[in-house]
């Protein structure tokens, strides 16, 4: 049986104008990897209403999972809640579980729960929420779509409440062989190797170190019994 | 007049499976914002001839300029060129002027020119190369879409040999200020600065540090003295 697939979508005008590097989509990317789902595609959109609908769409109906980063704390510009509301056509209001939430955090910390903040309990009718161990103010699940903080502590906590509750497939296993030459003097023996182990994936990734050229060569499967063999075809071609 | 618009698209495996995390849109998005040039949207799809071939039909009419990077190389995975091809319906074949590039290169360095180094000569009909004064294979840019490398040192080298030739716009000019509070405190305030700064774009990205929230607002805009006006405002409100 295939794996179940995912995609990322990242919300965020900071990540377009080159303000903050995104580090969302590479901790989500291993999380899946382990997991035994595959990560097809990403998206970095801006905070634009019609933008993250149209992802939201786009990817909802194309992959098994989706998980979207970004837009969902209390200022004006968190608008993601909203699109994914109307990405499903679902009506959208502070529901009363997030309030709770949110109610005896602010209690505990000796601050006010005012409007602002109250955004965060705003859920599309139908969701799920996704526990925030790091600063309460929830996620959520709609349909096939996990809808998840930006700040990396939080985004990362949020994965981990959602991961054990989604069916994994077979972890892709992957063994990386370095080799000091340049892809050119590579490609035939392992356009070879790939022919012959279609079941595998064998990627080559060049590098430039001091001057030199060399080449990561990954080789990804789901069978450690074929990548073994593979791999020691590889290490027999191109010795250490 | 607005700015041109920009979408950038990523292909690699290593990217999406977590191996390799991805920089070059980091830096694309940093000049882009320098040029005037505004990045609308980023994706990353897999080697997969059909997700490229469609993430480049798909980027390409909803924006001015795509730029590509990964999967230009000499090996069995570096299909870049064929889709892009595919994706304009034009043929692909060895080019004179870019196999005389890589021939001269491999005299130089005594290295052959074999079956693997040509493909880096395939480019498609129509196109006009990029020069790669860095390794020398050449990218290419093909109607609004330009095919650069996925090594970073050389698509940061092709991304210089590129910009000049665009057209800017207005540069986006951007102030930040660090206010040590958590953002539903500043919602509000913000929610008027952004009402009454209309043509400027305020956004706000929370941090924690040592157990304390606080967060990083940004004015965005093209005009420098508005932009000085509403961080005044913003320093009234939130003194340091």
Same mark, same amino acid.
């Given at each position: 049986?295939?794996?179940?697939?995912?995609?990322?979508?990242?919300?965020?005008?900071?990540?377009l104008?080159?303000?903050?590097?995104?580090?969302n989509?590479?901790?989500?990317?291993?999380?899946?990897?382990?997991?035994?789902?595959?990560?097809?595609?990403?998206?970095?959109?801006?905070?634009?209403?019609?933008?993250?609908?149209?992802?939201?769409?786009? &990817? #909802?109906?194309?992959?098994?999972?989706?998980?979207?980063s *970004?837009?969902?704390?209390?200022?004006?510009?968190? +608008?993601? /809640?909203?699109?994914?509301?109307?990405?499903?056509?679902r009506?959208?209001?502070?529901?009363?579980?997030?309030?709770?939430?949110?109610?005896?955090?602010?209690?505990?910390?000796?601050?006010?729960l005012?409007?602002?903040?109250?955004?965060?309990?705003?859920?599309?009718?139908?969701?799920?929420?996704?526990?925030?161990?790091?600063?309460?103010?929830?996620?959520?699940?709609?349909?096939?779509?996990?809808?998840?903080?930006?700040?990396?502590?939080?985004?990362?906590?949020?994965?981990?409440?959602?991961?054990?509750?989604?069916?994994?497939?077979?972890?892709? &296993? #992957?063994?990386?062989?370095?080799?000091?030459?340049?892809? *050119?003097?590579?490609?035939?023996?392992?356009?070879? +190797?790939? /022919?012959?182990?279609?079941?595998?994936?064998?990627?080559?990734?060049?590098?430039?170190?001091?001057?030199?050229?060399?080449?990561?060569?990954?080789?990804?499967?789901?069978?450690?019994?074929?990548?073994?063999?593979?791999?020691?075809?590889?290490?027999?071609?191109?010795?250490?």
């Amino acid at each position: 049986m295939p794996n179940p697939t995912a995609a990322m979508l990242v919300i965020g005008d900071e990540i377009l104008s080159g303000r903050t590097r995104d580090a969302n989509t590479h901790h989500l990317a291993g999380v899946l990897t382990e997991r035994g789902i595959d990560l097809k595609e990403v998206r970095v959109v801006s905070d634009d209403h019609g933008a993250i609908v149209a992802a939201v769409k786009a &990817l #909802s109906k194309a992959v098994d999972h989706v998980f979207t980063s *970004g837009g969902i704390g209390p200022t004006h510009d968190d +608008i993601t /809640a909203d699109a994914v509301a109307a990405a499903f056509d679902r009506p959208i209001d502070v529901r009363d579980d997030a309030r709770a939430l949110l109610q005896a955090h602010y209690d505990r910390s000796g601050q006010e729960l005012n409007a602002a903040r109250l955004r965060m309990a705003r859920i599309p009718e139908g969701a799920t929420l996704i526990d925030n161990p790091v600063s309460t103010a929830p996620g959520f699940t709609i349909e096939n779509v996990h809808v998840m903080a930006g700040v990396p502590s939080v985004f990362n906590a949020m994965v981990q409440s959602v991961i054990p509750t989604l069916t994994g497939g077979a972890p892709m &296993l #992957s063994e990386t062989w370095r080799v000091q030459r340049g892809e *050119g003097d590579l490609a035939e023996p392992l356009a070879l +190797i790939a /022919a012959e182990f279609a079941d595998l994936s064998v990627g080559s990734y060049p590098f430039q170190k001091d001057g030199r050229y060399g080449s990561n060569i990954v080789i990804r499967g789901q069978d450690a019994a074929r990548l073994d063999v593979a791999m020691a075809k590889l290490k027999d071609i191109f010795p250490a």
